[in-house]
């Protein structure tokens, strides 16, 4: 049997609405983003005695590049003032800004007086899933 000319195949009519939504829903499903969950963990044991301890910042760049890692830090203290005077990367992140993410925020935290240093380690970690491409 001989088609017409300009013939081809079609999609019912009874289909076009549902097929238009379920395509709709795909291509916004695919373009927009999603994240993973970032967390930047330091146990309590290690803000014990401490009168400031603010957690790090997990940074943005670190945070599109998949960047995660633990460090360990030793910060020494004034024993008098319980402000720390220095902060000693004893274990790398191997990242260099969640390394300074954690040094940066670390002299903001205070002690009560008479603590001379206190080593801690500190955790960077995402969850989830994202859909960036690197």
Same mark, same amino acid.
């Given at each position: *049997?001989?088609?017409?000319? %300009?013939?081809c195949y079609s999609i019912p009519q009874y289909m076009k609405t549902p097929l238009r939504i379920l395509l709709t829903l795909l291509f916004f499903a695919v373009?927009?983003?999603?994240?993973?969950?970032?967390?930047?963990?330091?146990?309590?044991?290690?803000?014990k005695d401490t009168i400031t301890a603010p957690d790090p910042e997990y940074p943005m760049?670190?945070?599109? =590049? %998949?960047?995660? %890692?633990?460090?360990?830090?030793? =910060? *020494?203290?004034?024993?008098?003032? %319980?402000i720390v005077n220095e902060v000693k990367? *004893?274990?790398?992140?191997?990242?260099?800004? =969640?390394?300074a993410s954690a040094v940066m925020t670390l002299f903001n935290w205070k002690f009560r007086p008479g603590i001379n240093h206190r080593d801690l380690l500190v955790v960077f970690q995402m969850t989830g899933w994202s859909r960036d491409l690197h």
């Open positions: *049997m001989a088609r017409p000319i %300009g013939w373009i927009t983003p999603c994240y993973a969950t970032d967390i930047v963990r330091i146990d309590p044991k290690y803000k760049k670190a945070q599109h =590049l %998949g960047y995660q %890692g633990q460090g360990i830090y030793r =910060l *020494m203290i004034n024993d008098k003032t %319980g990367v *004893m274990k790398s992140t191997h990242s260099r800004e =969640l390394d």
